[in-house]
């Protein structure tokens, strides 16, 4: 099992609609969550990150994150075509004095008019 | 601006030969990081550097070599020992802010002929 698990998708959804990515993991130490958006060709784009549990807010954007399950997800409001791309997940723990994160696969989202 | 760059965007070797990607930061950032994009299967840390003159190996280091000799950079070598060198190559730095959060380049796609 992969410490960390994200569906790759695609996720096809019409303009204005409200998605759900998520991923997975299984390292109960995690302590740093974040979302990453890439688009074709592209760096990541730092989205969000949340420390410990909770939900955090962001404009269209909501991080949640539920560390009893293990599981995090971003939710975006009101879906535009410019937000196709691809959203990686990351998590962190605190190794040898420093935090080096775990990304997920990513998940390509599609956001058609 | 502050940022990351990345240089070039698109790289040509032929087999056999060593290649070193560019990595420039004017963010004033302690650690910098290497990784690796292939298709499907997410980023993959290749070495990071938390300090000037000290870096440490990745997941995937094999086939790989940097350098640091300055705060502000931190190149990487593809040597002619690593199997399969075509990939897209990131770079990022974090921010010493205790959480290690990563911001990254544009990326380099080395393509080995």
């Known amino acids: 099992q992969k410490e960390v698990e994200q569906d790759p998708g695609p996720l096809s959804v019409p303009e204005g609609a409200i998605v759900s990515l998520n991923c997975t993991y299984s390292?109960?130490?995690?302590?740093?969550f974040m979302w990453y958006r890439q688009y074709s060709r592209k760096g990541p784009e730092l989205l969000m990150y949340?420390?410990?549990?909770g939900n955090k807010e962001d404009g269209r954007f909501t991080a949640q994150v539920d560390k009893s399950s293990k599981y995090i997800s971003l939710f975006i409001r009101d879906s535009q075509p410019s937000d196709s791309a691809t959203y990686l997940c990351?998590?962190?723990?605190?190794?040898?004095?420093?935090?080096?994160?775990?990304f997920g696969r990513g998940t390509s989202l599609i956001v058609h008019p | 601006d502050g940022g990351i760059t990345q240089s070039p965007k698109y790289l040509f070797r032929k087999e056999g030969q060593n290649v070193t990607l560019s990595c420039e930061q004017n963010?004033?950032?302690?650690?910098m990081y290497w990784y690796r994009q292939d298709p499907g299967q997410g980023l993959r840390l290749i070495y990071y550097?938390?300090?000037?003159?000290?870096?440490q190996k990745g997941d995937i280091a094999e086939g790989y070599s940097v350098s640091r000799e300055k705060k502000e950079s931190f190149p990487l070598t593809v040597t002619s020992a690593q199997k399969n060198p075509t990939a897209f190559y990131l770079c990022?730095?974090?921010?010493?802010?205790?959480?290690?959060?990563?911001?990254f380049g544009p990326g380099t796609r080395l393509t080995v002929l």
């Open positions: 990022a730095s974090s921010m010493p802010d205790g959480t290690d959060t990563q911001y």
């Open positions: 390292n109960s130490a995690f302590q740093y």
């Open positions: 949340t420390y410990s549990s």
């Open positions: 990351a998590m962190s723990a605190r190794t040898g004095g420093s935090y080096i994160p775990t």
């Open positions: 963010l004033n950032h302690d650690a």
């Open positions: 550097s938390q300090i000037v003159n000290d870096f």
